[in-house]
């Protein structure tokens, strides 16, 4: 563009020559011979000092021999402070055209213009409207390169998207930059209204006064939701001639003026891109953005979908949950942990009931069990209270009460029922004695209990048999006796509190061992809750139970 603007002052002989593009408040000047500071530095001047808007508004040369002369420039700014005297401006046109600004020649006196000054002036601004003309292009080629790439992205980021904040926080990422829309929000329909999807480590101040908002048109994203179909508005004038004054004082404090929302498949919500300035949305940018809307709306639907279905699965899994029974002589508590990655609930489980009075006239024992059956889905929660059910059962329907006799009716259940492939458990009872409560315990491939006696030291109960739940195979179950004095304390749990992938998981035991040790002389809630924290991850990456008796002095 400088070159242009040497042309023109060599062929016309002139001291200033401009390639001069107008804006709404502005005039610049990518190309520029001759003119003096502090205007050559900034490269542009306010409209006060604009011949150029005169060329654009009529979309004729403006040729003046001497500005002071006429009533359309005597008072302009340019004349006094950029000593424009005699102008000769052509207009610089794109492919559809439209005026964009001028290229001009500029004498600091009185000159009348030969028609060849005019004809060279005329042929370089033809010229020059060419070069433009391909720099658009270019320009035009390289966002059209960068959408289709904002495309892609888009549809491998939102289809990892594993809740609404991570999808929020998606589609601000693929449009960060200094270019990009200063904001992008969901909102989803919430009753009559939509409520925002506010990502928690990037909160908007709009976000935190106005996260709800309902009836009627009064925002561009009510209408868009109201009426299903896209609303833009291209700048303030348009939001303030069409909204209301809380949705103008709302893109206000967020220092926004123009918005596009796009509604959600279903009628899910709507997805808002939001600029700082007045904007021109192209055919292939609605294109793109309605497109990545598109992306948005099917991300939304999977996890909604998935959400209902965990909260029915939680739901599922906490009914079946037992309440703790009141048993003198003992202190119990209970501990459930869901996995942090809820794609799905998992079928860890435990209860604790009461058996009736011995004929005798004895007290009655109390169950214990803790299991896990494989898989994390709602058929596994489904299967995890069918087992403890079985238990249940299997243990009040025997003589003797014997747990090793109730987990074998299981696996017989589980060899003829399709029940899926099984899972582990600990089923074991507490019978009354004179001094000592006697635990009977059978363990069906699950890990270990922990029993911490009166004087610190943790036993591992490691007597187990090495089926699972439905893998019959002859050798029959198994119960192991030992007696609890005043003061022990037995803990069960499932393996999502010791099992990792990058550790041994006899060593993990271990560890639950010493922290059974060091803190067993707690109040149970309170041993439970540093068991978990000191032994697990964070976050759990399983589901995790505990159970804890403690036998009272």
Do not use: K
């Not at 391909?134 to 495309?151: G, N, T, W, Y």
């Not at 888009?154 to 809740?163: C, I, K, M, P, T």
């Not at 949950?321 to 501990?335: F, K, N, Q």
């Not at 006239?361 to 803790?370: A, R, W």
Request: charged share 20%; glycine share 8%.
């Amino acid at each position: 563009m400088d070159r242009f603007a040497g042309l023109v002052a060599r062929f016309l002989r002139v001291p200033v020559a401009l390639v001069s593009l107008l804006e709404a408040d502005r005039q610049v000047f990518p190309g520029m011979v001759g003119l003096q500071e502090p205007w050559a530095g900034r490269r542009q001047t306010p409209l006060t000092h604009s011949f150029c808007q005169h060329v654009v508004a009529s979309g004729e040369p403006l040729i003046l021999d001497d500005s002071r002369r006429y009533p359309l420039t005597c008072a302009s700014l340019a004349i006094p402070d950029l000593q424009v005297i005699a102008y000769a401006g052509m207009p610089l046109t794109d492919a559809d055209g439209q005026v964009l600004g001028s290229l001009c020649a500029i004498d600091h006196r009185p000159r009348e213009w030969t028609e060849a000054e005019l004809r060279d002036l005329d042929d370089l601004t033809a010229a020059c409207s060419v070069e433009m003309r391909l720099r658009i292009a270019s320009e035009q080629i390289r966002r059209d390169r960068d959408l289709a790439d904002l495309l892609l992205r888009a549809s491998v980021e939102l289809a990892h998207g594993h809740d609404l904040t991570d999808i929020v926080r998606r589609l601000r990422g693929l449009f960060e930059g200094p270019v990009q829309p200063p904001f992008v929000g969901l909102l989803l329909a919430d009753g009559r209204g939509l409520r925002r999807v506010i990502d928690p480590e990037r909160v908007q101040p709009v976000e935190s006064t106005l996260h709800h908002f309902e009836g009627g048109r009064g925002f561009p994203s009510l209408r868009a939701m109201a009426e299903q179909r896209t609303i833009f508005v291209p700048d303030r004038a348009a939001l303030l001639a069409d909204y209301s004054p809380e949705a103008v004082a709302g893109y206000d404090s967020m220092s926004l003026e123009s918005v596009l929302c796009v509604p959600l498949a279903n009628a899910r919500g709507v997805l808002l891109w939001c600029w700082a300035d007045s904007h021109v949305l192209g055919v292939t940018e609605r294109a793109v953005l309605t497109a990545v809307a598109g992306y948005a709306g099917q991300a939304v639907e999977r996890t909604l979908f998935v959400e209902n279905r965990l909260s029915a699965a939680e739901q599922l899994q906490a009914a079946m949950l037992t309440e703790l029974p009141a048993v003198p002589g003992l202190e119990i508590a209970a501990l459930y942990l869901p996995a942090a990655d809820q794609d799905m609930v998992g079928g860890d489980w435990y209860d604790a009931y009461r058996l009736p009075p011995h004929p005798d006239g004895g007290p009655g024992g109390l169950m214990l069990s803790i299991g896990d059956v494989i898989g994390h889905d709602m058929a596994a929660a489904a299967v995890m209270g069918q087992v403890r059910s079985m238990l249940r059962q299997a243990t009040l329907g025997h003589p003797g009460h014997s747990p090793a006799a109730a987990l074998a009716a299981v696996d017989h259940t589980f060899a003829v029922l399709p029940l899926g492939p099984g899972g582990t458990a600990v089923h074991a009872r507490l019978d009354p004695g004179a001094a000592h409560w006697r635990l009977t315990w059978s363990n069906a491939g699950h890990p270990p209990p922990l029993l911490r006696l009166p004087d610190g030291r943790v036993e591992t109960l490691r007597e187990h048999d090495l089926l699972l739940l439905g893998s019959l195979s002859g050798h029959g179950r198994h119960d192991h006796v030992c007696e609890l004095p005043p003061g022990s304390v037995l803990v069960l749990y499932t393996d999502g509190l010791v099992e990792r992938r990058d550790s041994d998981i006899d060593a993990r035991i271990e560890q639950a061992a010493v922290t059974v040790s060091r803190h067993g002389d707690r109040p149970l809630p309170l041993l439970l809750e540093t068991l978990s924290r000191e032994t697990q991850d964070t976050p759990h990456r399983d589901d995790v139970a505990i159970l804890a008796v403690r036998v009272i002095d």
